[in-house]
Structure formats: C-alpha cells, structure tokens
C-alpha cells in the first residue's frame, strides 16, 4: 500500500468500485493507528439551474473497506443515504 504524506496527514490511495465513485482512484486519510477506515462516506451536495427553485438535499454514498488489489485498497459501494 503506497503512503503518501500530504503536510501533516498521510493518505494512501484507494480504488472506488461501483455507485457513483466507481472506478476512481483516490486519496484516503489514514487514522492516527496507521489503519485506512473501515468505511469512506462521500457526500453529494448542490445545486443545479432547473425548473425547481429548492436546492436538493445532501445524499452520502456509503463505501465499505473490502481488501486490496496489487497493493491498491478497495472500497466497494454500499448504498446511498437521501437526507
């Protein structure tokens, strides 16, 4: 697994299989163990011109730590929470 320090805060890339991540590669912080979490919430917020003057509400896309692939962590999409 690559560590890579970014100031103070060392991360290590991880690859995002399905949901609305799927197939991106990106830095995870690791805890203060060393240790990846054992699962990324990725939040969706916004807002787009459209015939609706409300702002949607923020959804997070839930992401599990499944294992690794030539030394890159996995996190496999879970579900999606509205809210």
Same mark, same amino acid.
């Given at each position: 697994?690559?560590?890579?320090?970014? %100031?103070? *805060?060392?991360? &290590? !890339?991880?690859?995002?299989? /399905?949901?609305?991540?799927d %197939?991106? *590669?990106?830095? &995870? !912080?690791?805890?203060?163990? /060393?240790?990846?979490?054992?699962?990324?919430?990725?939040?969706?917020?916004?807002?787009?011109? /459209?015939?609706?003057?409300?702002?949607?509400?923020?959804?997070?896309?839930?992401?599990?730590? /499944?294992?690794?692939?030539?030394?890159?962590?996995v996190?496999?999409?879970?579900?999606?929470?509205?809210?």
């Amino acid at each position: 697994m690559p560590l890579t320090i970014i %100031g103070f *805060v060392a991360v &290590v !890339e991880a690859w995002f299989l /399905g949901g609305p991540a799927d %197939g991106r *590669v990106m830095l &995870v !912080e690791q805890t203060a163990d /060393g240790d990846l979490p054992k699962l990324v919430r990725l939040s969706q917020v916004g807002l787009h011109f /459209g015939a609706s003057e409300a702002v949607a509400p923020r959804v997070e896309h839930i992401y599990v730590l /499944g294992g690794s692939v030539d030394d890159t962590q996995v996190y496999q999409y879970e579900r999606t929470v509205h809210g």
